[in-house]
């Protein structure tokens, strides 16, 4: 019995040992590319760096070239955190048998908006106004840039396909913006928080350019993980994130980079109204 139990012990530390040696010790991290690669590396540096401290793991960004390429990263597990929007968390979500975790988003997040823009001397003045004209969306699989600005075009019994005289893509906000600026199209819909920011900067004049129409509010972007990563991992990463506030020089700079009041939690719930956008437009594949 002795020799038994001195066998189950080794076996016992050796199986222990190996878990030991499996334990996650990078975090790999995307983001949709809704903005330039260098601006999305650039809000992500310090905190990929407050990560690393919160959870002592490496933590290693790696940028994808579209949106798709995000949810298929996370799907098949190639990345273990990822900025998503509304729709691709759906789209990952659905894609994985529903295998993916929302864990905490903006509170910015939670009542979500888009703008449609023009210039400043059109005489596009509401929605209705665009029959006729050329739009530009952002991605296709743009929440705040496509999905949503389309669904209130539908709402508005406006066809982007029918009624527009033609519709493009820019592939990002930003891109969406220059489109209008250089005269490529007569109009865009694009993010809210990326157009506050490009104003804010002054990377754009308002007096130039100008929104002619905000949509309805909405659930939008989050931070998310696979199903499969230990609940344990999961739960310090939530809490790494709602600990940031902007009491200490490094919350205060993540926070603005992240253009945050604060993170929240958040579960798959709050996006039933963006996946029944998605299937209503018929982009739900």
Do not use: C
Request: positive net charge; glycine residues 6%.
């Amino acid at each position: 019995m002795a020799r038994l139990a001195k066998s189950l012990a080794v076996a016992g530390v050796a199986a222990l040992s190996m878990a030991g040696a499996h334990a996650q010790t990078v975090l790999r991290v995307t983001a949709i590319p809704d903005e330039s690669p260098t601006e999305l590396a650039r809000k992500f540096a310090p905190l990929g760096k407050y990560l690393e401290k919160e959870l002592g793991v490496k933590v290693e960004w790696t940028p994808v070239t579209d949106y798709a390429a995000a949810v298929e990263a996370v799907v098949n597990k190639k990345i273990d955190l990822a900025w998503f929007g509304g729709f691709t968390f759906v789209q990952a979500n659905v894609r994985s048998g529903g295998k993916i975790v929302p864990l905490v988003q903006r509170e910015e997040d939670e009542k979500f908006r888009s703008v449609f823009i023009t210039e400043a001397g059109s005489k596009i003045n509401k929605l209705e106004d665009l029959k006729g004209h050329t739009l530009s969306f952002g991605s296709a699989s743009s929440t705040s840039g496509h999905l949503m600005p389309r669904s209130f075009l539908l709402a508005a019994k406006i066809n982007p396909e029918t009624d527009l005289k033609r519709i493009s893509f820019s592939g990002a906000h930003d891109a969406t913006v220059a489109a209008v600026a250089g005269g490529k199209v007569d109009a865009g819909a694009l993010n809210i928080s990326v157009w506050e920011k490009l104003v804010s900067e002054k990377k754009v004049d308002p007096k130039e350019i100008r929104v002619f129409y905000t949509t309805p509010a909405y659930y939008d972007y989050n931070w998310s993980v696979h199903a499969d990563m230990p609940a344990a991992m999961q739960e310090k990463l939530k809490q790494a994130f709602l600990k940031l506030n902007d009491s200490t020089p490094e919350g205060k700079e993540i926070l603005a980079l992240q253009r945050a009041t604060r993170f929240v939690p958040t579960k798959p719930d709050n996006y039933v109204g963006i996946k029944a956008a998605a299937e209503n437009a018929g982009l739900l594949k």
